[in-house]
């Protein structure tokens, strides 16, 4: 018999498929993603997560050997994605959020990902974890910038991150809730730049990629952030200094 009060989140899988007809023969990719169907947990496919992965589902062939972690993955669409594209992916989410992380390597068991590991990695927090994670080429982040109460430490990791890979990229979709809600003073503050990526570039332009039952607006943007070109020169240097 169950404790009260500790039943199990019904979960439920939805499947996902990519497609590509800009060469002679159709390429398609179809990944199974675990639902937390429970409010407490909000660990749904948001719009933003289809967009990013539809940009990397477009770019696979760049993708292969690449290092990349997912931050604050949670259903881990994206990073799911890159692995089955050839990336070398880690996924993370909050080190306290251990129904999170659990999901991560849910979506990992649905997608016969045998090898992708799973860490804790809190926002704004230098951990061991965060410390000790491997170089990396590209950092993920869907729907990151949901809270600005969380906007500072979403960018104090990226930093982090960063600056021990200063030749790295921060790949990232954001719903715009509100025009009131901007981090471009925060980014000016840890000497950070940021390019927008046009969706119409990757085909997500479209309601029906980035639909969603779930209500607010869904409008959805994405950009990549980098060093500073003089903070990541700097970094160099000094790793190529005896």
């Given at each position: ?9 019904s979960i439920a899988y ?186 119409d570039q990757f085909n ?39």
């Open positions: 018999m169950a404790d009260s009060g500790t039943e199990t989140p939805k499947v996902f498929t990519f497609e590509d007809e800009r060469k002679n023969a159709r390429e398609s990719l179809c990944v199974s993603i675990p639902e937390v169907l429970d409010p407490q947990f909000g660990m749904y496919v948001w719009p933003c997560a289809v967009v990013l992965a539809q940009y990397l589902w477009m770019h696979r062939e760049e993708l292969r050997g690449k290092k990349m972690l997912e931050l604050s993955a949670g259903v881990s669409l994206p990073g799911v994605v890159a692995a089955r594209c050839g990336a070398v992916v880690i996924l993370s989410d909050a080190a306290d959020r251990p129904a999170c992380l659990e999901n991560c390597r849910r979506s990992c068991e649905a997608n016969d990902l045998s090898d992708v590991p799973v860490v804790g990695v809190s926002w704004g927090e230098i951990s061991p974890d965060l410390v000790l994670l491997p170089e990396l080429d590209v950092i993920l982040g869907s729907d990151v910038f949901y809270d600005p109460e969380d906007f500072e430490d979403v960018l104090v990791t990226v930093f982090f991150l960063l600056r021990k890979n200063p030749k790295a990229e921060f790949w990232t979709t954001y719903q715009v809730r509100s025009a009131d809600w901007s981090i471009e003073v925060l980014l000016h503050r840890w000497n950070l730049s940021c390019i927008e990526v046009q969706l997500a332009d479209t309601p029906e990629l980035a639909g969603s039952n779930l209500p607010g607006n869904h409008s959805i943007q994405m950009m990549k952030i980098t060093l500073k070109t003089e903070d990541a020169g700097q970094k160099a240097i000094h790793r190529a200094s005896p």
